[in-house]
């Protein structure tokens, strides 16, 4: 094998977010080193690299080929960084970091509170031991089996912050969560190590409840911060870090357009992504793909039941995607099933347009003024429930198209 300056060791990394990060942080080079464990051993004895990141499932096994580990990594019981010093390997743990600034930044306060770790794998100690670190005043494990169990989470309903470290949530099994956070009434801070989808079903029900929540994506970036700063001995400003964890966010998060029928949300979205060079996709011509004919024939054999069954199937599909454009059916926002699906990865915009600029042709539920008085009555609530921001169409399209951009790229430090 070639040498390498900076890396990623694992076995399968085609998925990976470091050689982008590490680049932003300041990398001229990053790559990513699949091996399989016969190759490990024979690849840290060779020593042809500078600094390397370890992730599942090595970051135990390493431990035995290096020189010096640092006491938090043998606490922990991992070792997710090494750094080669003229030929000698010394292991770091920064997931600790990570964790510590991802918990932080959201808010959550551990002193003197119970906590409960889902999962009990190699991050699972990572969590506890950042819990300790902060002050909790008790840190449970939960596991499938053993004494402490998903079966008798009753027996924790005191539990204060909830910790997630099992892939459940994760992409393509999403907006999945482990448990429902109602069990939990004195519930303070909900913190959950996956990162794609942007909100996982824990994150979305802890949103719901009022509860402070995080995703995994800062702890990915700042241990990635605190690898870097040990790769090269200088130090990295936390507002570095801020703007590449922001525009990582940015680029993976979907803009979703809601709004009355014949508001001009496909038109837009067209727009958009001639613009941004995203893909886009019409929710609606999706359903009339997939069932073999038109929305009016939908609802006239199955009723508006059946398309909004077949509507919240292709939102499930849709909103699992990452940094693509969503255009709506002016009903998605009926049923509230389709706000977490829509929600998980992408920001929401209602596009507006006066009742009298309505386009009707081919549209089953407003064929008529009195029609469409009474939807943006009923549906007025609903489309406010579901946005994020409010856009005006009443100029052109592109105007429309170009404000929904600049709302979506302007905000600052997406965490």
Request: glycine share 10%; charged share 25%.
């Amino acid at each position: 094998m070639e040498p390498v300056q900076f890396g990623l060791l694992g076995r399968r990394l085609g998925h990976s977010y470091s050689p982008e990060i590490h680049r932003a942080l300041g990398a001229e080079s990053y790559s990513l080193i699949e091996l399989e464990p016969e190759d490990v051993a024979g690849f840290l004895e060779r020593r042809q690299f500078q600094g390397i990141n370890v992730t599942i499932p090595y970051k135990m096994a390493v431990m035995e080929h290096l020189d010096e580990i640092s006491g938090e990594a043998v606490a922990i019981g991992s070792v997710n960084t090494v750094v080669n010093r003229d030929g000698r390997l010394f292991g770091y743990n920064t997931d600790i970091d990570g964790f510590m600034h991802m918990v932080g930044s959201a808010g959550i306060v551990f002193q003197g509170r119970k906590v409960l770790i889902l999962g009990t794998g190699g991050t699972s100690r990572t969590a506890a031991c950042g819990a300790k670190r902060l002050g909790a005043r008790s840190v449970t494990h939960i596991s499938r089996s053993g004494e402490d169990n998903y079966s008798n989470l009753s027996r924790h309903s005191d539990a204060e912050i909830i910790v997630n470290t099992t892939p459940v949530g994760m992409y393509p099994n999403c907006p999945a969560s482990p448990l429902d956070l109602e069990l939990f009434p004195g519930l303070c801070g909900v913190a959950d190590v996956v990162y794609n989808p942007c909100r996982t079903g824990l994150m979305l029900q802890a949103e719901r409840l009022g509860v402070p929540c995080v995703s995994g994506l800062s702890m990915l970036v700042w241990q990635a911060k605190r690898a870097r700063e040990l790769f090269t001995g200088a130090p990295i400003s936390d507002a570095a870090a801020l703007a590449v964890l922001s525009a990582l966010r940015r680029r993976e998060e979907n803009i979703v357009l809601i709004g009355m029928p014949g508001s001009g949300k496909t038109t837009v979205a067209r727009i958009l992504s001639r613009m941004t060079g995203r893909l886009w996709y019409d929710a609606d011509r999706l359903i009339s793909e997939k069932a073999g004919m038109s929305i009016p024939e939908i609802f006239a054999r199955e009723g508006e039941t059946g398309f909004r069954a077949r509507e919240t199937g292709v939102l499930g599909e849709l909103g699992k995607q990452s940094g693509v454009i969503i255009a709506c059916g002016g009903g998605a926002v009926t049923r509230p099933e389709n706000y977490p699906l829509l929600h998980q990865n992408g920001r929401i915009y209602e596009i507006s347009r006066p009742l009298e600029s309505l386009a009707t042709a081919g549209r089953p539920l407003s064929r008529d003024r009195a029609a469409l008085e009474n939807m943006q009555k009923v549906r007025r609530p609903m489309y406010e429930a579901f946005r994020d921001a409010l856009i005006p169409n009443t100029r052109t399209p592109e105007r429309a198209a170009e404000a929904v951009w600049a709302e979506f790229s302007d905000r600052r430090n997406i965490t």
